[in-house]
């Protein structure tokens, strides 16, 4: 299950086929629900978007069939952490693939995020994105998620999180810098296994660099089996 970042889902569609390819079921959440015509699931609030993907996980993959793993991008990496905390109450066997995970500590006001966010994609530009989702969420929900992932504390959360976990960015990600990685990795005390992989590109390598991505998620996969 792959939770995209600020709600946008074209742009991990690659990431999906790439996983599906690889023998897993890929599913991407649409929250909070910019892609869809219907009314919106989930307000843009990361918090909101976590709760709504720990429901869709015991509404729908309850049945314990398969293993399940959890990978988020960016703002839906912060989600998706939040989303296994609660899914880790009654299922062990999944894992965690937090991916460009946001906002370090030094991009936490909109000051310190705009010094980096112009070097974030400088091998991977942000014209990817689906703009016609940009243009449905509207700069005062995307602004609204921002401010929600920038008060949100990763580094804390992380210390309850049990199930196996894998950090993993583009080696020129700004956003996701290797030592924020790190500090979530070593911050991560009571998970059974916990590690930083690092591959191509940058921010937003699940559309630059999807094979490396999902051979990543495989991995998480067959760790489960």
Do not use: C, K
């Not at 049990?162 to 960015?169: C, D, F, K, S």
């Not at 924020?180 to 916990?194: C, V």
């Amino acid at each position: 299950m792959i939770v995209p970042g600020l709600g946008l889902t074209r742009y991990v569609r690659r990431l999906r086929e790439e996983v599906r390819r690889r023998g897993s079921v890929a599913t991407v959440l649409d929250v909070p629900g910019y892609g869809s015509a219907s009314s919106r699931r989930t307000a843009p609030e990361i918090g909101a978007i976590a709760d709504a993907v720990a429901a869709w996980v015991r509404q729908r993959a309850a049945d314990h069939r398969r293993p399940l793993v959890l990978v988020g991008h960016s703002t839906g990496a912060q989600a998706a952490l939040r989303a296994a905390l609660q899914i880790q109450q009654w299922r062990d066997d999944a894992s965690v693939v937090l991916a460009g995970p946001t906002f370090a500590p030094g991009q936490r006001t909109l000051a310190g995020l705009l010094l980096r966010a112009p070097v974030a994609y400088r091998h991977d530009p942000p014209w990817e994105l689906d703009p016609l989702q940009l243009l449905r969420a509207g700069p005062r929900d995307l602004l609204a998620l921002i401010r929600s992932g920038q008060r949100d504390r990763p580094e804390l959360r992380v210390r309850e999180l049990r199930l196996p976990l894998t950090l993993t960015a583009g080696i020129h990600d700004a956003l996701a810098p290797r030592g924020w990685l790190e500090l979530l990795r070593s911050n991560a005390i009571a998970s059974r296994r916990a590690h930083v992989v690092v591959l191509g590109g940058s921010h937003n390598n699940p559309w630059t660099h999807p094979a490396q991505l999902a051979s990543v998620v495989r991995s998480a996969d067959l760790t489960l089996r």
